[in-house]
């Protein structure tokens, strides 16, 4: 199991009280680190290079983003009522290594097949082509399907989603193309309002809402019949994953009741359909997630499944 992080991605702030911050990596980091079964081989994620976010987002958007970096002090990119997801002095460097983990991830993926873990921050499903939202600024997943796509001429990579919250961006930039196949689990309604199953894009696009209250054992029901079934019917070379343990019963962000055991189950489904399809070919990215020992027992139970070769 490879891991991709790096310093620059625990220096991003985002003021005091904000929930998506620099414990929330330190916690997932020291909890690999501690587990005798993991075995992780940690690699610094470099830095991206523009040829390569500039698959998914216009330069020019990017340049504005850097532009609005403040000297000091934080400056929010979004409008009320979502005014959350801000830029600090340590940021450009935090956005670009999130993003060079899943192209180096990608590499590695492709040359050893091993599967990778990207542990960073800022996340990136809410950033659509054009805008930053939800805490993200480029979508790192989306980079690296994209890179994956023109280096290795992949024709159908899957993107599987179970952050409680529904990654618009990600859907919004691979609406209108089925060679990206998306599929979401998430609460609804929630942030960002987005996801409902009638948005289906040119029939790659899968949604599975999920009501407030749900427990494991339905949401793993709803899982296998609202993702993991069109994912194994599409067939893909690559599975990557948005992995937001935010749906957990303990997280202060959302209201689904899941347990940490259950994102082994999860995970171990999908898992099952990359070692059909794809020679088990996966890599994950890390999203949501704000309890910080909900955190640490998640991502564990992920990355046990993830190293199973079932």
């Known amino acids: 199991m490879i891991i991709y992080t790096h310093n620059d991605c625990l220096k991003k702030f985002n003021g005091p009280g904000h929930p998506e911050r620099r414990e929330r990596l330190e916690s997932i980091i020291s909890s690999i680190k501690l587990s005798s079964e ?43 009522p979502y005014a959350d997801t801000m830029l600090c002095p340590d940021s450009k460097n935090a956005i670009l290594r999130s993003c060079g983990a899943g192209i180096a991830a990608s590499d590695d993926l492709m040359k050893t097949n091993e599967r990778v873990f990207c542990a960073i921050r800022p996340p990136g499903h809410h950033a659509e082509t054009t805008r930053a939202n939800g805490f993200c600024f480029i979508n790192n ?36 193309d089925k060679s990206v196949a998306y599929a979401s689990s998430h609460e609804f309604p929630l942030f960002p309002g987005t996801g409902s199953e009638e948005e289906v894009g040119l029939g790659n696009i899968f949604n599975a809402p999920i009501k407030s209250g749900t427990n494991g054992k339905d949401f793993i029901k709803i899982f296998e019949n609202k993702i993991i079934k069109p994912i194994d019917k599409f067939k893909p070379e690559v599975i990557l994953i948005s992995a937001g343990f935010d749906a957990h019963i303990n997280d202060p962000l959302a209201n689904i009741n899941l347990e940490s055991r259950d994102y082994f189950k999860i995970t171990k489904k999908i898992v099952e359909i990359a070692n059909i399809h794809c020679k088990g070919k996966i890599i994950s990215f890390f999203e949501g997630g704000y309890d910080l020992t909900a955190l640490s027992e998640s991502i564990n139970e992920h990355l046990l499944a993830l190293k199973t070769h079932i």
């Open 38 to 80: 993991i075995n992780a081989i940690f690699k610094e994620a470099p830095i991206a290079e523009m040829e390569n976010i500039s698959l998914v987002h216009p330069r020019k958007y990017i340049e504005e983003l850097f532009k609005n970096i403040p000297l000091e002090g934080l400056q929010g990119v979004e409008k009320e």
């Open 141 to 176: 997943i989306a980079v690296a399907a994209r890179y994956l796509q023109k280096k290795y001429q992949l024709n159908k990579i899957a993107i599987i989603d179970f952050d409680v919250h529904h990654g618009n961006g990600t859907q919004e930039i691979f609406y209108k």
